[in-house]
């Protein structure tokens, strides 16, 4: 090859790893954002729920307002209603992600013949993650579980089908 017309490059060790670290934190930052995103839509869909859940029941909330329940009562009953199904799609979550993992690493060790993929759960971060969705799924009912607890019961009867 002449001089000024090569075709390859030279690079040290210490530029590889910047590369790398580089690439990693791209694809870091890229699953960080659709994390967010599934998190927006989980709490959406969690508050879309809670509020059908609402209209479906006003017939109910008003009876129990009716004989006497209290609006902290409702309140709290609808906002747990709501963490329940963050913690469950929490659950649903961990265990799809587990699974994905062991599936991969099971693969990767099947085709490259060693054990270099392997998959560690911690269970400090999955209770973590658990009461992080119980936590986005109470967020998320907050205004549904407002909305239930200032029905007036007359209103509430009368609406009703």
Do not use: C, H
């Not at 913690?87 to 699974?99: C, E, K, Q």
């Not at 690493?105 to 759960?121: E, Q």
């Amino acid at each position: 090859v002449d001089k000024g017309e090569e075709d390859f490059s030279v690079q040290s060790p210490e530029q590889a790893l910047a590369n790398l670290d580089s690439t990693l934190f791209a694809i870091q930052i890229f699953v960080y954002v659709i994390a967010g995103i599934s998190i927006i839509v989980g709490g959406i869909g969690i508050a879309n729920t809670m509020y059908t859940s609402v209209v479906e029941r006003t017939k109910q909330i008003g009876i129990m307002k009716a004989i006497g329940a209290q609006r902290k009562m409702i309140f709290t009953l609808f906002l747990l209603e709501s963490g329940f199904l963050g913690f469950v799609g929490g659950i649903v979550g961990i265990l799809l992600g587990a699974g994905i993992a062991y599936g991969l690493a099971f693969l990767g060790s099947t085709f490259l013949g060693s054990d270099l993929i392997r998959v560690s759960l911690n269970w400090f971060i999955i209770v973590g993650a658990l009461l992080f969705s119980f936590l986005v799924g109470t967020i998320a009912g907050l205004l549904p579980a407002v909305q239930a607890s200032r029905l007036v019961p007359v209103e509430a009867l009368r609406y009703a089908k």
